[in-house]
């Protein structure tokens, strides 16, 4: 599953005021640590953080005949489809091992119910599946800014600034 963030101007309401924010791909294994890290983007560089898996779990919530259908692939440890036609600045990769993510997910005890190890594992397949392909196409096009994710929180975001570098950082 990917996340995006987006840098945008705001108004003084929080409305968007850019036509083309600069858009970026976060992408990684579950586990992997996207969500941590987006946090820390967004606070530390003025982004909008939109997760394709909070914004699922959110219709999963809400009873809709799509809710159902959403909540079903992810039981499967499937990836939902997605129709976007976003091109991205680059793309951000959290690498990770799988026996790291896993220890994450087991100990993050989040009360989702795809944190179990038998619908991690089936997440896991799906990734490489389906996430690598993606990784790898925009990899060829040099847009593939890889982080060594095993590493404590603060390290990893320390490689997450040096890609967005001092000239994104968001005036106190």
Known sequence: MGTVVEAAN???????????????????????????????????????????????????KSGSENGTMIQNMIKEGKIVPSETGIEPSFVLFFDCPEEEMEKRLLSRNQGREDDNIETIRKRFKVFLESSLPVINYYDAKGKVCKIEAARPIEEVFESVKAIFGPKNEKAD
């Open 10 to 60: 705001k108004d003084a309401n929080g409305s968007i005021l850019e036509k083309n924010p600069t858009v970026v791909f976060v992408l990684g294994g579950p586990g992997s640590g996207k969500g941590t890290q987006c946090a820390n983007i967004v606070q530390n560089f003025g982004y909008t953080h939109l997760s394709a898996g909070d914004l699922l779990r959110a219709e999963i």
